[in-house]
C-alpha cells in the first residue's frame, strides 16, 4: 500500500492525522492523490520491480468527482506501460457514502477497465452490508478498531469472524488491519482472514527503505 508522509521543515515526520484533513479542507489532496499514483507508476515502470504483483492506492473524495477518473488512471497506467491490475485503489466508507450509487456507477465503470479495488476502513461508517455485494471489488479491509483490545469472545472477535464469514460468502477476501503485537496476532489469526496487515510485520517505510528490505 502506498502511503502519503509528509516532513517538517526540520525534518520531523507530521503525522497524517494533522496534514490529511488540512489537505482536504484546502483542496489539495486531489493534486497530492494523483502525485501519489504517478510516483506508484513510476516505481512499478522499473524492470527490477517487475515482480511486484500490484500496490494499492488510495482515493480521494474529490478524484471521485471528476467524471473521468478511469481515464485520467489509465492514462497513468500506459504512459508507465503497466497493466492496470498492477494497481488497486482503495477506497473508504467515507467516500463511499458521499453519493453511493454514484460511486457504484463510477467504480464499475473502472472495474470493467481492470482496475480493482479494495474497501478500505471497513466498519467506522455507517454504509449498508447490502452494498457490499453490489460493488466491485476484491478485499475488505477491517479497521484497526476492530483490533485494538481484542480477545477471544469480546465484541471485536464476535465482529471480526461476521464480517470474515460474510465477505467469504460474496466471493470477498478480507484484509484486518492494524495488527501491531504477537497477542493480536494470535487472536486476529483465529477468525480466518486472507491478509492480516500492521506494525506488527512492518512499518511505512520510503521507496528506497522497501527496496533494501524486501527487493534483495
Known sequence: EALLRLNDYEGNPVHPSEFIPVAEASGLIDELSWIVLE???????????????????????????????????????????????????????????????????????MDRAGIGFYLDDFGTGYSSL????????????????????????????IFLEYIIKLAHSIGLKVCVEGVETEEEFDIVKQTLPDYIQGYLFGRPVSASGFEKLYLK
Do not use: W
Open 39 to 109: 510516483e506508484v507508476c513510476s516505481f512499478l515502470e522499473q524492470e527490477e520491480h517487475n515482480n511486484i504483483e500490484n500496490i494499492s492506492v488510495n482515493l480521494s473524495m474529490q478524484q471521485f468527482a471528476d467524471a473521468k477518473i478511469s481515464e485520467k488512471i489509465l492514462d497513468c497506467v500506459n504512459r508507465h506501460h503497466l497493466t492496470p491490475d498492477r494497481l488497486k485503489m482503495e477506497v473508504t466508507e467515507r467516500v463511499l457514502l458521499h453519493d453511493i450509487e454514484y460511486m457504484k456507477k463510477m467504480m464499475n465503470k
Open 130 to 157: 447490502s452494498h457490499l455485494k453490489e460493488l466491485p471489488a476484491n478485499v475488505l479491509k477491517v479497521d484497526r478498531s476492530f483490533v485494538t483490545g481484542i480477545h477471544k469472545g469480546s465484541y471485536e472477535y
